[in-house]
């Protein structure tokens, strides 16, 4: 059975800073862009554990995807079966809140 994928509200708000920051210079681009965010993490479905544990929480359940440049951090719950996305995150600036 598939895992739901749900999206925190802080990674619905990164999101939206990213395509806005995108589109001050190409909305086209910055509509792809997020689609391609989007779609990076559908395999989770299938596959929740894809991603690498985040070393800096050391804790099975809190994963992490890597699009360049983006950390894409997501939570396992296997009893919900559940995958919730929390953040979407430029790497270039450091760990954020999980």
């Known amino acids: 059975m598939d895992y739901k994928i749900v999206f925190s509200e802080p990674s619905i708000e990164d999101l939206g800073n990213i395509v806005h920051y995108i589109a001050t210079d ?3 681009a910055a509509s792809r862009f997020g689609a391609k965010l989007i779609a990076s993490v559908r395999n989770l479905a299938v596959f ?3 991603g690498r544990i985040v070393p ?3 804790d099975d359940n809190v ?3 890597i699009f360049k440049p983006y950390r894409i951090f997501y939570r396992v719950n296997d009893d919900t079966k559940t995958v919730e996305i929390a953040r979407f ?3 270039a600036r450091g760990e954020p809140p999980i």
């Open 89 to 91: 995150w430029h790497a």
């Open 56 to 58: 800096e929480k050391n």
């Open 63 to 65: 994963r992490e995807i």
């Open 26 to 28: 190409n909305p086209q």
């Open 48 to 50: 929740p554990r894809l």
